[in-house]
């Protein structure tokens, strides 16, 4: 990768009244996207999956997650793991589509066998024909790699590095202020509460727009009808961005029915919404009766993929008298996120333009957008 001038660095990092945003070539070099997947991404905590997809002791979902192979699993006393997805023999992926596990991990190639845990546990006609131990093969020492992971509110977050802060010190200030929350479980329906969406754009141009409400009046016209411009604030601490709204109103049924509340939360809650950024590449929402979590996967420079899962308070919401309920909360959402596309779309064509100077921040309205491109910009001078 070409060095990167730090004066331009400099800029963005400056007070947002004086800023300039992330230089065209954080948009469109696949070299600077190459060397995301370390700075960025390895060194911090992406979310990866959800829980919700290995759910049972033994099951397994194969993951690739920029270019590495990593595979989920739920270990027979319940704890979801997550390992780099290869056998440590020949480095063949063990696991190439969702599976509930009969017993073991076995490479499909020579058949070594691993446990739920990661240890080795077999490794069949390893001292030739009929003999199944060797002496210069240590089994214990040969166990799958295993990446530092967490879940929370149902999230799968991992460190490949496993150079950064514990999750609970990198997260601290969301952890804090979502904590009424992550008290106590969520619950997923299944496929009418999941959607995903393929985006011709860099990842952080979907997080940029998340992160202001700016745009609400001429993008989102419905949504401004009911919770307007003015019904907005923003926010930014150190590891998200995001703005809310002091205008939430639940959504009914058609008989009047109504989805359970998370219980207990404080006041702020009643008719309060949340939507921060948690970097680098989650966008949550947070409603007194649902919540849901937006998994962005960067593909290549100028390729995402929108992964949304949408989660409810009390386990009877995911069952058949809510499905109507459901299918239109997931409707809803999916018409807003879909609202989105041509905008980030439309900035990734922008970013070609050589002209094109990172762009202005309005100190009042993208405080949020420009806390998001200082950290990205720190990640590249520290």
């Given at each position: 990768m070409k060095p990167i001038d730090r004066s331009m660095l400099a800029q963005v990092m400056a007070p947002v009244a004086t800023a300039r945003g992330l230089p065209n070539a954080f948009y469109t070099d696949p070299e600077v996207f190459e060397a995301e997947k370390s700075m960025v991404f390895a060194a911090g905590w992406p979310l990866i999956g959800f829980g919700k997809d290995v759910a049972e002791p033994g099951q397994a979902k194969p993951i690739d997650f920029l270019g590495v192979p990593?595979?989920?699993?739920?270990?027979?006393?319940?704890?979801?793991?997550?390992?780099?997805?290869?056998?440590?023999?020949?480095?063949?992926?063990?696991?190439?589509?969702?599976?509930?596990?009969?017993?073991?991990?076995?490479?499909?190639?020579?058949?070594?066998?691993?446990?739920?845990?990661?240890?080795?546990?077999s490794t069949p006609h390893v001292g030739g024909p009929g003999q199944n131990v060797h002496e210069a093969i240590h089994r214990d020492e040969l166990g799958l790699i295993e990446v530092r992971s967490t879940v929370w509110m149902d999230m799968v977050f991992v460190n490949l590095s496993g150079t950064a802060p514990a999750?609970?010190?990198?997260?601290?200030?969301?952890?804090?202020?979502?904590?009424?929350?992550?008290?106590?479980?969520?619950?997923?329906?299944?496929?009418?509460?999941?959607?995903?969406?393929?985006?011709?754009?860099?990842?952080?141009?979907?997080?940029e727009n998340y992160c202001e409400s700016y745009h609400l009046p001429w993008i989102h016209p419905g949504l401004n009808a009911y919770s307007r411009l003015?019904?907005?604030?923003?926010?930014?601490?150190?590891?998200?961005?995001?703005?809310?709204?002091?205008?939430?109103?639940?959504?009914?049924?058609?008989?009047?029915?109504?989805?359970?509340?998370?219980?207990?939360?404080?006041?702020?809650?009643?008719k309060g919404a949340e939507y921060p950024s948690f970097f680098p590449n989650a966008l949550l929402g947070f409603q007194n009766d649902h919540f849901f979590a937006l998994m962005i996967e960067p593909v290549s420079v100028g390729h995402s993929i929108e992964h949304t899962e949408i989660y409810y308070a009390d386990k009877a919401m995911t069952q058949a008298p809510y499905a109507a309920m459901r299918e239109k909360t997931t409707r809803t959402w999916k018409e807003i996120f879909v609202e989105d596309i041509f905008v980030v779309e439309g900035m990734q064509k922008g970013r070609t333009a050589p002209g094109f100077d990172g762009g202005k921040f309005s100190p009042a309205m993208d405080g949020p957008t420009h806390a998001f491109h200082h950290w990205v910009a720190e990640r590249f001078v520290t």
């Amino acid at each position: 990768m070409k060095p990167i001038d730090r004066s331009m660095l400099a800029q963005v990092m400056a007070p947002v009244a004086t800023a300039r945003g992330l230089p065209n070539a954080f948009y469109t070099d696949p070299e600077v996207f190459e060397a995301e997947k370390s700075m960025v991404f390895a060194a911090g905590w992406p979310l990866i999956g959800f829980g919700k997809d290995v759910a049972e002791p033994g099951q397994a979902k194969p993951i690739d997650f920029l270019g590495v192979p990593l595979v989920m699993v739920r270990d027979r006393d319940g704890t979801l793991r997550v390992f780099q997805n290869v056998c440590r023999h020949r480095g063949m992926v063990i696991v190439s589509e969702p599976t509930r596990l009969k017993g073991v991990l076995r490479c499909p190639y020579h058949s070594w066998c691993y446990e739920l845990d990661g240890r080795l546990r077999s490794t069949p006609h390893v001292g030739g024909p009929g003999q199944n131990v060797h002496e210069a093969i240590h089994r214990d020492e040969l166990g799958l790699i295993e990446v530092r992971s967490t879940v929370w509110m149902d999230m799968v977050f991992v460190n490949l590095s496993g150079t950064a802060p514990a999750f609970e010190v990198y997260a601290a200030d969301m952890l804090a202020r979502y904590a009424e929350f992550a008290r106590q479980p969520v619950f997923h329906s299944g496929a009418d509460s999941s959607f995903k969406l393929d985006v011709k754009t860099n990842w952080k141009l979907a997080v940029e727009n998340y992160c202001e409400s700016y745009h609400l009046p001429w993008i989102h016209p419905g949504l401004n009808a009911y919770s307007r411009l003015e019904d907005h604030y923003h926010m930014f601490e150190g590891s998200f961005a995001g703005q809310g709204s002091s205008a939430y109103t639940a959504g009914f049924g058609a008989n009047g029915e109504r989805f359970a509340n998370f219980p207990k939360l404080s006041e702020k809650w009643t008719k309060g919404a949340e939507y921060p950024s948690f970097f680098p590449n989650a966008l949550l929402g947070f409603q007194n009766d649902h919540f849901f979590a937006l998994m962005i996967e960067p593909v290549s420079v100028g390729h995402s993929i929108e992964h949304t899962e949408i989660y409810y308070a009390d386990k009877a919401m995911t069952q058949a008298p809510y499905a109507a309920m459901r299918e239109k909360t997931t409707r809803t959402w999916k018409e807003i996120f879909v609202e989105d596309i041509f905008v980030v779309e439309g900035m990734q064509k922008g970013r070609t333009a050589p002209g094109f100077d990172g762009g202005k921040f309005s100190p009042a309205m993208d405080g949020p957008t420009h806390a998001f491109h200082h950290w990205v910009a720190e990640r590249f001078v520290t």
